[in-house]
Structure formats: C-alpha cells, structure tokens
C-alpha cells in the first residue's frame, strides 16, 4: 500500500467519526484543530521506508479531509485531539534509529494519549467500572511514563539506521493502521463509556503489540523488561474491557428488545 493511500485511509476514518457524531448536538467552536507535523530528530525523512512516510504527521486539514469542529460533539473533539497529538509524537518516536529509543520515544506518546483518554472518561463518563478503569491506567502508565523519560534521558538514538531499523520502523507502522482506524471507530460512539472503552480496547491492543515488536528488535534490558511489563498489566485490561463492551452491549439490546414487546 502506497503511503498517499495509507494516510487516505486514516483520513477516512476520521470522516467516519465525524458522520457518526453528526446526530449529536453541535459544539458553537469552529476553530480548525491545529496539528504540527513531526519530524524524527536524527532520520532524514528520505530515510523513512514508505510505511513510516505515511504517517509523518497527521494533517487533517488537506485535500478533502477536512475537520469542521462544529459537526463534533465536545467529547469527540477531545478525542480527536488527543489522538492527532498522540500520533504526531509516535511518529517522531518510530522514526528513529535504534529499536530501543524507538520504543521508548513512541510508548512515551502512546502513555501520554493513554492518560488524555483515560482523563475524558473521568470527564464525560458516568459507569463506575469503567471511570475506576480509567483511574488506574492514569496511575500506573504515569509511573510508566517517569521511567521512561528518564531512560530517554541518558539514551540517545543511533547516529545511523541499524541492520534492523526499517524492519522495526516497517512493524510499528503496520500496527499504527490497526490502531488508528480501530480507535477512530471506538471514539466515534455517542455513549461516553462505551467510546472510552472501545477506543481504550484498541489503544490497549495497540500497546500490546509494540511491545511484541520491542522485544523483537531490541537489546536494553530495561526497555525490553518495561516491554514485557507492559504486556503483562495490559492484557488483563483488555479482558475486563473485552468482557464490559460484552456485557452493555447485551444489556442494551435486551432492554431494547423488552421496549419493543411492551408496545
């Protein structure tokens, strides 16, 4: 897949969003959301294989991907906000040298988005289960995000790509477009809750699996720890999320099946 057909789709998925969100009541806020593109500090954009190119900044303000804030809700726009502010910073991360300081840079911005999240549920959300989901991921992925700016701290990237650079840059990019386009969908739901925890299930998913990728390509046995680590406290999430979307999705149906024969 070529990279304009790449960003084509992520832009899509936006579109989407703002599709399933024009039922709801209009924000009075026009403002375009502004996105500064990110640029890797030590790889020449040239450098990047055409999967990484293709996610070099998230502009959403280009061609027929246009974001009109009043067609979102408040909620909707926070996400969206927070989810181009997330990318931006992946993509500097993924667009490094070495696999260590990759990971590292780019699960820094995945944390970051993971918090802004988690702090929208405590703002729109009214379930307990998933307001208390919300508070822990904000807990632990803080602790998560002090290591790793302090390991970023005394590790900076290669000066040149590695024997397995574009291999790794080439993996953490398929898993971007899973990401991307799975949480575009999950935010995109008019129940608060619910948007929290699909978008959160594929932020999860999406954690999970640069994990996978760090520890294939790298070497730092804190970065490769803190991998395994991630892996371990997250999977347990996405089953708790996995079984509640499970759960209200039933839930919601019953009651609306119980409407029905009642009139």
């Known amino acids: 897949?070529?990279?304009?057909?790449?960003?084509?789709?992520?832009?899509?998925?936006?579109?989407?969003?703002?599709?399933?969100?024009?039922?709801?009541?209009?924000?009075d806020n026009s403002e375009v959301i502004p996105v500064q593109e990110a640029t890797p500090t030590t790889t020449e954009q040239s450098e990047i294989p055409g999967d990484m190119d293709a996610h070099?900044?998230?502009?959403?303000?280009?061609?027929?991907?246009?974001?009109?804030?009043?067609?979102?809700?408040?909620?909707?726009?926070?996400?969206?906000?927070?989810?181009?502010?997330?990318?931006?910073?992946?993509?500097?991360?993924?667009?490094?040298?070495?696999?260590?300081?990759?990971?590292?840079?780019?699960?820094?911005?995945?944390?970051?988005?993971?918090?802004?999240?988690?702090?929208?549920?405590?703002?729109?959300?009214?379930?307990?289960e998933m307001l208390k989901l919300a508070?822990?991921?904000?807990?632990?992925?803080q602790l998560e995000i002090d290591i790793m700016n302090k390991w970023l701290a005394s590790h900076p990237d290669a000066p040149k790509p590695k024997p397995n650079t574009e291999a790794m840059q080439q993996a953490y990019a398929r898993s971007m477009d899973v990401l991307s386009g799975d949480m575009v969908l999950g935010i995109a739901d008019p129940d608060p809750d619910?948007?929290?925890?699909?978008?959160?299930l594929a932020h999860h998913i999406g954690a999970v699996d640069m994990a996978k990728v760090q520890l294939k390509y790298g070497t730092d046995e804190?970065?490769?720890q803190l991998?395994?680590?991630?892996?371990?406290?997250?999977?347990?999430?996405?089953?708790?999320?996995?079984?509640?979307?499970?759960?209200?999705?039933?839930?919601?149906?019953?009651?609306?099946?119980?409407?029905?024969?009642?009139?």
């Open 56 to 128: 070099a900044g998230l502009d959403m303000t280009e061609g027929d991907a246009i974001v009109d804030e009043t067609q979102m809700t408040d909620m909707l726009k926070d996400y969206t906000k927070s989810m181009t502010s997330m990318h931006n910073e992946m993509m500097v991360g993924m667009g490094y040298n070495d696999p260590d300081t990759a990971f590292a840079k780019s699960m820094l911005g995945h944390h970051r988005g993971a918090i802004d999240m988690a702090k929208i549920e405590l703002k729109y959300g009214n379930n307990d």
């Open 194 to 200: 619910m948007a929290f925890a699909r978008g959160m």
């Open 135 to 141: 508070e822990d991921i904000i807990n632990l992925q």
């Open 227 to 263: 991998a395994q680590d991630i892996i371990d406290s997250q999977q347990p999430e996405i089953e708790v999320m996995q079984d509640w979307i499970t759960r209200t999705s039933f839930d919601a149906k019953e009651s609306n099946n119980l409407t029905g024969s009642a009139q």
């Open 1 to 27: 897949m070529t990279a304009s057909h790449r960003f084509a789709l992520f832009a899509t998925g936006i579109s989407a969003a703002l599709l399933l969100s024009a039922c709801e009541p209009a924000a």
């Open 222 to 224: 804190e970065m490769r």
